[in-house]
């Protein structure tokens, strides 16, 4: 009897052991998703605030070259303006010399 007594014993602490083996693994897990999640997390966030610094520069970068592309746009209207003026003056003239002639003055 006190042979099955002793593995009965020994069968309980083995059972102990197996459950505080079981305990231990469970909270292993619990800490390796939490820790897994917090930098995840972080992970993404870093991620996010580099995507936000990109789009941010990216549209600062269009919009330089946006104002860039007007002002040669705006230079090459006054210069199409002078010069359609400049010929308009010069037909002006003509046309008032040929009328001060016609008109003998």
Request: glycine share 0%.
């Amino acid at each position: 009897m006190l042979k099955i007594d002793e593995i009965l014993k020994r069968l309980e602490e083995i059972d102990k052991v197996i459950k505080s083996a079981d305990e231990t693994k469970t909270n292993v897990l619990i800490y390796v998703e939490q820790v897994s999640k917090k930098y995840s997390d972080e992970i993404i966030k870093k991620i996010e605030g580099i995507v936000s610094n990109a789009i941010f520069e990216y549209k600062n970068k269009a919009v330089e070259e946006a104002k860039k592309e007007a002002e040669k746009i705006i230079k090459s209207a006054e210069d199409k303006k002078e010069k359609i003026l400049s010929k308009y003056r010069e037909n002006k003239n003509k046309l008032i010399e040929k009328a001060l002639a016609i008109l003998n003055l």
